[in-house]
């Protein structure tokens, strides 16, 4: 049996039901506000699934490597190792403001402390890695294929150094994302990824700060769901709002899945505004060439279960197309995968975001010119990072094809 918390209060149990599957009950006289989920209300009557975990409670269950650490650590303690165990152990420390700990047992972070810095500066490569996964894989509870952990270091951190209200020295939940990639499979990943962002910074959406290695090993993004008061806001992706389980992240269409659900959930007054946000942050994946930009990878944010929800920051961009050449969309877009057009992005906006014609086609130009001037920084990387030469070389043509064929009319 887990014990289920929800910003810091007790919510509820969930256990195992039948076979497979699970089943989750509110407390006796919970109060609505400690609802897991904006797609699980408080009730009376359990909420029961028959196949493995309610998507809220399966979404920041580590995939990959990740994952494959921790049965090979846990099974033999447990026996079996199945998604109920591997929540037991991440549970206590995961993005947003749920966290599992055992029945009798109290709310407990205490994630080790680690320097940020020591992380973006170090040139230990391999074994920096080994290390880091080794001892912050049980706090890590983050979904994701890629290796990443989640760890603390508040005095790291920039804008929460900067805020009025400084994290308390009590303070033992993680503060920032340490992403690596695979060796072999994805070289240069992190710097991938860190240009990517930096054309979504350069659009004007909302990006935490992210930092890349001096070795480009690892990228370090900072906590967007972490308040300055070291509270958790509310996240949940949009495999969780279709009720999808996270196999079936690659199902669904950007119209309906996205812009639609998100549009039945925001619940707020910023939906309009928010809309055209996640309208852009459609349009870059497609522009950069990013094939992976699947249900996980948009979410909401929000600080009341029952009030308003906004777009999540922005996250997990990369140019896939350079790993992988065929490469296209992760969800449908005009019933196909093919990399759109300019003219059905701009159809794309006009009904779904209600944009004017000029209003869609100054978001398409306003994208061109983020990739332009970002452009110019990843050759200047180039030139002082010899080793990201080749990838780089690729990312630039990808940008120049999704600029010529996704954004020019
Ligand atoms: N800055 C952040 N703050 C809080 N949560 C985040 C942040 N960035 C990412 N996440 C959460 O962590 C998850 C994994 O991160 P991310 O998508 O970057 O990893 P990934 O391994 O590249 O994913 P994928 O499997 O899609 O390739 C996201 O789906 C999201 O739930
Ligand atoms: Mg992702």
Redesign the pocket.
């Known amino acids: 049996m887990i014990k289920v918390w929800t910003d810091a209060a007790e919510a509820g149990l969930l256990d195992r039901f039948g076979a497979r599957g699970s089943t989750f009950v509110y407390q006796p006289g919970a109060l609505p506000v400690r609802a897991v989920s904006v797609t699980m209300p408080v009730r009376l009557p359990s909420w029961d699934i028959q196949y493995g975990l309610p998507p809220i409670f399966e979404?920041?269950l580590p995939?990959?490597m990740l994952r494959e650490r921790l049965r090979l650590a846990f099974a033999k303690a447990t026996g079996t190792f199945d998604e109920f165990d591997l929540l037991a152990i991440v549970g206590r420390s995961q993005?947003?403001r749920i966290r599992c700990t055992g029945q009798k047992e109290q709310l407990q972070e205490d994630v080790p402390f680690q320097s940020v810095d020591e992380i973006l500066g170090k040139r230990r490569g391999g074994d920096l890695f080994r290390y880091l996964i080794d001892k912050f894989a049980s706090f890590s509870g983050?979904?994701?294929?890629?290796p990443?952990i989640l760890v603390r270091d508040e005095t790291a951190s920039v804008p929460l150094s900067k805020a009025k209200h400084r994290l308390s020295h009590s303070h033992r939940g993680a503060t920032h994302?340490v992403?690596f990639w695979e060796q072999n499979e994805y070289p240069q990943l992190a710097a991938n990824?860190y240009f990517c962002l930096k054309v979504a910074e350069q659009c004007g959406l909302e990006v935490?700060t992210y930092r890349l290695a001096e070795d480009g090993l690892a990228l370090v993004?900072?906590?967007?769901?972490?308040r300055p008061n070291g509270t958790y806001r509310g996240?949940e992706?949009f495999c969780v709002l279709n009720a999808r389980r996270t196999d079936e992240?690659y199902r669904g269409s950007y119209e309906a899945s996205i812009m639609k659900r998100f549009a039945e959930f925001a619940n707020s007054s910023h939906v309009g505004e928010d809309l055209e946000r996640l309208f852009t942050l459609i349009v870059i994946n497609c522009a950069l060439r990013n094939g992976?930009a699947?249900l996980?990878?948009f979410?909401i944010v929000y600080d009341d279960v029952e009030g308003e929800a906004r777009l999540a920051?922005v996250?997990?961009l990369?140019t896939t197309s350079v790993y992988l050449p065929k490469d296209s969309l992760s969800l449908t877009l005009n019933g196909t995968t093919k990399w759109p057009s300019a003219k059905e992005l701009q159809r794309l906006g006009e009904t779904r975001m209600s944009g004017s014609p000029a209003r869609v086609r100054g978001i398409l130009e306003r994208i061109a010119d983020a990739i332009a001037t970002t452009s110019t920084s990843l050759r200047t990387y180039i030139n002082d990072h010899e080793e990201f030469g080749e990838i780089g070389g690729r990312m630039l043509q990808q940008w120049e094809q999704g600029i010529a064929t996704s954004l020019n009319p």
């Open positions: 979404m920041n995939e990959g993005v947003g983050i979904s994701g294929v890629q990443k994302i992403k990824e935490p993004v900072d906590r967007f769901d972490l996240f992706d992240k992976d699947h996980k990878n979410g920051p996250y997990d990369v």
